[in-house]
């Protein structure tokens, strides 16, 4: 007997939160999606090492969540885009010109 496969990180969200999601609609998630980046940041310029893992997971999570709404395949989407290396050069790594960081 085979093992069941095991849904996309996309799909696990959806059969955990869709319903609760749908009902928060598309602007009350992108809230709290913009919320959780901002937990993240801070974690991150804090150098908080342990709270890393659960904020990017949180964020990861947010970020299915509003593809889901928008009725997007967030994998899909990604592999399409980057399947050649970077989008502007096809350079795997990428060797376009260096823009200055933002400050």
């Excluded at 997971?57 to 969540?65: E, G, P, R």
């Amino acid at each position: 007997m085979s093992d069941p496969v095991e849904p996309s990180f996309q799909r696990r969200i959806e059969q955990i939160y869709f319903a609760r999601d749908s009902a928060r609609g598309k602007q009350g998630s992108l809230l709290w999606f913009v919320e959780e980046v901002g937990e993240l940041v801070r974690a991150i310029r804090r150098g908080e090492q342990q709270n890393l893992q659960e904020e990017f997971a949180d964020v990861y999570a947010w970020l299915a969540t509003l593809a889901s709404l928008h009725g997007l395949d967030l994998e899909e989407m990604g592999r399409k885009k980057y399947e050649h290396g970077c989008p502007r050069c096809r350079a795997l790594p990428c060797a376009c010109p260096q823009h200055k960081p933002l400050a």
